[in-house]
């Protein structure tokens, strides 16, 4: 997955008044204790399949103030929700609450449609639906429940 994240860093174009945004919203007050331990990634689900997704590096980024970057990355809608990395977090950071705001964030601003939260909420009740059908299938396997879930993700990839 290629985002501007993985552009070179223009300095020109960073806006310090971003961690101050994040940090006065409820769930982002501990945003500026983090010290870059990398504790909130080794935990994380998403980096484990996209080396890219590194809650740690999303968090340096608030910090330097890269808005742009951060608000207009796909990344920021890969999050699970699992809060594993609030915790394992030593200083208590609260990366999933802060995911949440820049979520908010990203629509306020215009770098996706209104629409995207209400599409990932779909899609994750998508993805537990076919998870419990991948279990009922793995204790009995039949054609019946295989069918079930092929239908299922070619429905949603016809949408
Ligand atoms: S675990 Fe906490 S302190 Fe460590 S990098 Fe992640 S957010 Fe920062
Ligand atoms: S809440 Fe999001 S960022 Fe944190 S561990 Fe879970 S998937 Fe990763």
Not at 40 to 60: F, L, Q, S, V
Not at 83 to 110: E, S, W
Not at 135 to 147: L, M, R, S, V
Request: proline share 4%.
């Amino acid at each position: 997955m290629d985002d501007k994240n993985d552009k070179p860093l223009l300095v020109s174009k960073l806006d310090l008044s971003f961690r101050e945004e994040i940090a006065s919203q409820p769930g982002g007050e501990n945003v500026k204790r983090c010290f870059a331990c990398g504790t909130c990634a080794a935990g994380c689900p998403i980096t484990d399949i996209d080396e890219k997704y590194n809650c740690r590096r999303i968090i340096r980024q608030i910090l330097f103030g890269m808005r742009e970057e951060v608000l207009s990355s796909p990344r920021i809608w890969l999050c699970l929700v699992c809060y594993r990395c609030y915790a394992r977090c030593p200083q208590k950071v609260n990366f999933t609450d802060i995911m949440r705001i820049l979520r908010y964030a990203a629509i306020k601003g215009h770098h996706v449609s209104a629409e995207m939260l209400s599409r990932v909420t779909e899609l994750d009740r998508f993805s537990q639906e076919v998870r419990h059908d991948f279990i009922d299938h793995i204790f009995k396997p039949d054609k019946e429940i295989a069918e079930k879930i092929k239908l299922k993700i070619e429905e949603k990839l016809s949408v």
